[in-house]
């Protein structure tokens, strides 16, 4: 979870790259010394570790994690709904973005198609009215208005657990994330 610049050596008929420097991007103040903190922090890089492939650069990928940690570690807000804030945006850099609008006559949202749609679908992975409308706020408020969708312990946790579906439908072998166990424990759902 630390950033850092590096400079490095690449040579491409070696395996091994020699770095010259590395010095710290950005030094966390919060993180470490905060149990709840740090345990949003471990799940969000266990969701992007499992999600983001490949070597090549991706700034706009780079600057909205940076983002999202140094908003987790500067923060005076409550934190509860980062996590799940963090998952819903990161989806568009995965190419699942949730697509269509939450509303009367479109109030579930559909998890394996990921649109929201007017009528329960027939398959099983699909939000109810409530949750769907939770998603959308949180898809729709910027990251320093996240903690303002209101959550109750057990809903907090199905929700996430329906994040985490929502991943494995559109994202072959994703492997399962276990700090979550470890988060619900801390936050309290």
């Given at each position: 979870?630390t950033?850092?610049?590096?400079?490095?050596?690449?040579?491409?008929?070696?395996?091994l790259?020699?770095?010259?420097?590395?010095?710290?991007?950005?030094v966390?103040?919060?993180?470490?010394?905060?149990?709840r903190?740090?345990?949003?922090?471990?799940?969000?890089?266990?969701?992007?570790?499992?999600?983001?492939?490949?070597?090549?650069?991706?700034?706009e990928?780079?600057?909205?994690l940076?983002?999202?940690?140094?908003?987790?570690?500067?923060?005076?807000?409550?934190?509860?709904?980062?996590?799940?804030?963090?998952?819903?945006?990161?989806?568009?850099?995965?190419?699942?973005?949730?697509?269509?609008?939450?509303?009367?006559?479109?109030?579930?949202?559909?998890?394996q198609?990921?649109?929201?749609?007017?009528?329960?679908p027939?398959?099983?992975?699909?939000?109810?009215?409530?949750?769907?409308?939770?998603?959308?706020?949180?898809?729709?408020?910027?990251?320093?208005?996240?903690?303002?969708?209101?959550?109750?312990?057990?809903?907090?946790?199905?929700?996430?657990?329906?994040?985490?579906?929502?991943?494995?439908?559109?994202?072959?072998?994703?492997?399962?994330?276990?700090?979550?166990?470890?988060?619900?424990?801390?936050?309290?759902g």
């Open positions: 979870m950033p850092v610049d590096l400079v490095a050596y690449h040579r491409d008929d070696h395996d790259t020699r770095l010259k420097e590395i010095r710290p991007h950005h966390f103040h919060a993180i470490p010394f905060d149990i903190r740090s345990s949003v922090g471990l799940f969000m890089v266990e969701v992007a570790r499992n999600t983001v492939q490949g070597h090549e650069a991706n700034p990928l780079f600057e909205f940076l983002r999202n940690f140094v908003f987790l570690d500067e923060t005076a807000h409550p934190i509860a709904n980062l996590h799940l804030h963090f998952m819903l945006h990161l989806s568009e850099f995965l190419g699942f973005l949730p697509g269509g609008d939450f509303g009367p006559d479109s109030p579930y949202f559909d998890l198609e990921g649109v929201f749609t007017h009528e329960k027939f398959h099983h992975h699909w939000l109810s009215e409530v949750a769907s409308g939770k998603f959308y706020q949180l898809l729709m408020l910027p990251l320093d208005r996240c903690h303002e969708v209101p959550f109750e312990r057990e809903e907090r946790r199905a929700f996430l657990k329906n994040l985490l579906l929502f991943y494995r439908l559109h994202i072959e072998n994703f492997q399962q994330v276990h700090s979550h166990e470890v988060l619900e424990e801390v936050l309290g």
